[in-house]
């Protein structure tokens, strides 16, 4: 399994939720949503330290990351974290 995160995705972390070098941005399955891999979850982010890293990848400073706990949540597929301009919005691709 990988963890992607596109420059455009990078971007848009960095200027409407304000990240930076040193931060860590945790992606958490959380219920309700949609997804096309788990039936009644979706991908959430937040702010947050690490204390079990499961899987994490390092752009421009910033350690994107899910807890151990939670890779269930990719059943096995990688992810790429990506940005939609036409949506203005983060989506979640898995492959």
Same mark, same amino acid.
């Given at each position: 399994?990988?963890? #992607?995160v #596109?420059?455009s995705?990078?971007?848009w972390f960095?200027?409407?939720?304000?990240?930076?070098?040193?931060?860590?941005? !945790? $992606? $958490?399955? !959380?219920y309700?949503?949609?997804?096309t891999i788990?039936?009644?979850?979706s991908?959430g982010? #937040?702010?947050?330290?690490?204390?079990?890293?499961g899987?994490?990848?390092?752009?421009?400073?910033? #350690?994107?990351?899910?807890?151990e706990?939670?890779?269930?949540?990719?059943?096995?597929?990688?992810?790429?974290?990506?940005? !939609?301009?036409?949506?203005?919005?983060?989506?979640y691709?898995?492959a």
């Amino acid at each position: 399994m990988k963890l #992607t995160v #596109t420059q455009s995705a990078l971007a848009w972390f960095e200027e409407e939720c304000g990240f930076q070098s040193g931060d860590y941005v !945790r $992606f $958490f399955a !959380r219920y309700g949503g949609s997804s096309t891999i788990q039936d009644s979850f979706s991908m959430g982010f #937040t702010k947050e330290e690490p204390d079990n890293i499961g899987l994490s990848t390092e752009v421009n400073g910033i #350690t994107f990351y899910i807890v151990e706990d939670e890779i269930w949540y990719l059943d096995g597929k990688d992810m790429l974290v990506d940005y !939609r301009k036409d949506r203005d919005e983060i989506v979640y691709l898995y492959a």
